[in-house]
Nanobody, 117 residues
């Protein structure tokens, strides 16, 4: 059974940094694309960033230049380095991983990020 477990969320002041981690229970090489999504109160879940197995990255315009996604396949872990955090970045952040073999997207339970002004 595939499990994704996020960690690293918390409370930070505006301008601060956090690094989120997502540990997978299986080899991350099993997944074609992995990504981070977020959902703020009263809003729909939105894409933050994705990374392919080959390392190609994609970012939402709102986080370009501030967030960096990376994956360490040797540790079966996905990361999101978040710098210059702003109050509008406050949300629950979810890790996702898509398997082309089973054509299914797996999700973590989410980790809360709160940025105070």
């Amino acid at each position: 059974q595939v499990q994704l477990v996020e960690s690293g969320g918390g409370l930070v002041q505006a301008g601060g940094s956090l690094r989120l981690s997502c540990a997978a229970s299986v080899s991350t090489l099993s997944f074609n694309t992995m990504g981070w999504y977020r959902q703020a109160p009263g809003k729909e879940r939105e894409l933050v960033a994705t990374i392919s197995r080959g390392g190609t990255t994609n970012y939402a315009d709102s986080v370009k230049g501030r967030f960096t996604i990376s994956r360490d396949n040797a540790k079966d872990t996905l990361y999101l380095q978040m710098n210059s955090l702003q109050p509008e970045d406050t949300a629950v952040y979810y890790c996702s991983a898509y398997s082309v073999i089973v054509k299914y997207s797996y999700w973590g339970q989410g980790t809360q990020v709160t940025v105070s002004s």
